[in-house]
């Protein structure tokens, strides 16, 4: 997975182990969670040792529609 991640351009998913481990990858994230207002802080800095790029999704209910993911896209590209 550590390959897989580190040859990678960009992760996308929920908070998860494999979203932790991009960071130590130096893989860029885009990412969502249940509490945004605490957990896009401890993605961008407290869980990101080398300052990966991350790009997080604001949306309180684990569920962002395909949309907001696709325009976070197009923002990254």
């Not at 960071?23 to 509490?35: A, E, H, K, Y």
């Amino acid at each position: 997975l550590v390959e897989i991640l580190s040859a990678s351009k960009l992760i996308i998913g929920p908070s998860s182990g494999p979203m932790h481990l991009a960071s130590l990858c130096g893989t860029p994230q885009l990412v969502w969670s249940g509490d945004s207002n605490k957990n896009k802080k401890r993605y961008e800095i407290d869980w990101n040792p080398y300052k990966t790029s991350v790009f997080y999704i604001k949306n309180d209910t684990w569920d962002p529609t395909v949309n907001e993911i696709l325009d976070c896209l197009k923002c990254i590209i």
